[in-house]
């Protein structure tokens, strides 16, 4: 298994940062253009359509055909952890199924001040047979979208697109 990090401080208090990435709105307006990506449906965990907020057991159905050239391919991602502290928030999704062995994307969201850190974790296996330690074919997608699910928190919650992010992938 392998691992991917970004972390960038959002110049926003650590509400609005959770507020917003709890939603699907909030992945739509997360997501680069050039990956072609469409929600299809939002199950929350008692079956409800389309809930306002993402929580535990609430399951994501996208479509994304990147490029609009590459084959699409389908995901279901199911929130299986959140938490609320105080000075923190979390959430973690996983994929039930779509073009990885397994992706498990952690969210954290740690106040500081009127400033928020902003950590996404990724543990992921490439598809077999190219699974295993092969990083770079995944990291030339990962770090252009992490960068820019960034740039884009920073830009619509801040308004001036300010950098002062980190990422880089760290094989485990």
């Known amino acids: 298994m392998s691992t991917y990090r970004r972390r960038s401080r959002i110049q926003a208090p650590l509400d609005e940062v ?23 449906s939002v199950r929350g965990p008692d079956g409800e359509a389309d809930p ?9 159905s996208m479509r994304s055909k990147p490029f609009g050239l590459f084959p699409e391919s389908r995901w279901l991602s199911r929130i299986t952890d959140r938490r609320e502290g105080e000075g923190y928030r979390m959430f973690r999704d996983d994929m039930l199924g779509g073009p990885f062995d397994l992706w498990i994307h952690t969210h954290e969201m740690y106040g500081d001040g009127n400033e928020t850190v902003l950590i996404d974790t990724v543990e992921y296996e490439l598809p077999s047979p190219l699974g295993g330690r092969v990083d770079p074919a995944a990291v030339v997608g990962f770090e252009p979208m992490f960068r820019y699910r960034h740039r884009k928190t920073k830009e619509i919650l801040e308004g001036d697109g300010t950098t002062g992010e980190t990422g880089a992938p760290t094989p485990e």
């Open 18 to 40: 959770w507020e917003f990435h709890s939603t699907t709105d909030g992945l739509e307006a997360l997501t680069p253009d050039w990956m072609g990506l469409t929600v299809s």
């Open 52 to 60: 306002e907020e993402l929580v535990e057991g609430s399951e994501i």
